[in-house]
């Protein structure tokens, strides 16, 4: 029983039940018992469960992405750029947002394996670089349907058939396009931690690197592997946030790396890196979007719900750090 007691995943179960419980409590009149609800909770945290899952496979390495939500936009404009402006190819316009996501993370990653920099550094280097990349290709304006024509005037056109589907439900609109985008993103990280040997390699570089490194490691590789990773699911985040939004925004994404941590940390992957695994990360993203979403069926203001997830964070971080020195 102890042992069970001490489970991460144990305790991330019984966090998420406990905050069921308070929304079957506090139902708005019975609001948290219809399916909309539930629906409606998944499809709003998409966006962050995949840069969640991203987010996981480069804890597990001890470090962290703090770039993840400019990457988001930045590919958000280049998709909107491409399909809607210049009327690309969809498959070009997917190619080109998840490219510049990757491409991001890949950088980020060189400066960390190569150069040995701090990953808070070279992360924050990036959510810089990589905002001031989307300002600059969209102006500093959002890239809407609306296109400015050669005479200065603005004219409409239909989006993509691409971001409409994106945006679309399936089943009977019972399940958002985003939603199974997510389980994709934790299906894929699920194989690349337990299924492959590079997993086996990213969970020892977060147990101890230079242990790691003298047993053969590619150390370099791993980390180069793990940023690029976070930085294509950062893409694809980016085409999810666009196309419900039918717009890229240089602005978007601002904050979201703190919700995707948190969604990481409440699950139970350790910030020390070497322990966790994406199935804590949905159990994380579960908790902390329901808990989003009982706050706001009950009018609780935004500024008091952002208070508590960062209140959330620290408890959760300080009881991981207690029970390892335990």
């Known amino acids: 029983m102890k042992k069970l007691l001490a489970h991460p995943g144990f305790r991330a179960v019984i966090a998420l039940l406990l905050v069921w419980v308070l929304g079957s409590i506090f139902n708005a009149d019975g609001t948290f018992f219809k399916w909309g609800t539930h629906r409606d909770t998944l499809r709003q945290m998409s966006t962050y469960g995949i840069l969640a899952c991203g987010m996981t496979v480069v804890i597990i390495t001890a470090g962290i992405d703090l770039a993840v939500g400019s990457i988001l936009a930045l590919s958000s404009i280049i998709f909107t750029k491409l399909a809607i402006h210049l009327g690309l190819p969809a498959p070009v316009a997917v190619a080109a947002a998840l490219g510049g996501g990757s491409a991001c993370g890949f950088l980020s990653g ?30 500093g304006q959002k890239v809407s349907t609306y296109v400015q024509q050669k005479d200065g005037s ?25 939603t199974i985008l997510f389980a994709v993103s934790a299906l894929l990280t699920w194989i690349l931690l337990s299924r492959l040997r590079w997993g086996r390699y990213l969970y020892a570089i977060g147990g101890n690197e230079e242990a790691a ?35 890229g925004d240089p602005e978007a994404g601002v904050g979201y790396e703190l919700t995707a941590i ?27 979007s329901y808990l989003e979403k009982v706050l706001s069926i009950n009018a609780v203001g935004e500024a ?16 991981q750090r207690s029970r390892r020195t335990a």
């Open 154 to 178: 603005y004219a409409y056109v239909d989006p993509p058939a691409v971001m409409n589907f994106l945006n679309e439900g399936v089943f009977n609109n019972n399940l958002a396009v985003v």
């Open 262 to 288: 948190a969604m990481v940390v409440i699950g139970g992957t350790s910030l020390m890196g070497g322990r966790g695994g994406v199935g804590l990360t949905i159990i994380g993203a579960l908790t902390i």
């Open 213 to 247: 490194r003298l047993s053969g490691v590619p150390v370099n590789a791993m980390k180069l592997l793990a940023y690029g990773f976070s930085g294509l699911l950062a893409g694809l985040a980016g085409l999810c946030q666009a196309a419900q939004e039918m717009q």
């Open 304 to 319: 008091n719900r952002l208070m508590l997830t960062g209140a959330i964070i620290v408890g959760a971080v300080l009881f």
């Open 110 to 139: 060189y400066f960390i394996s190569r150069y040995g920099m701090q990953p808070f550094i070279a992360t924050l280097a990036m959510m810089v670089f990589a905002r001031g990349v989307a300002k600059y290709v969209s102006q």
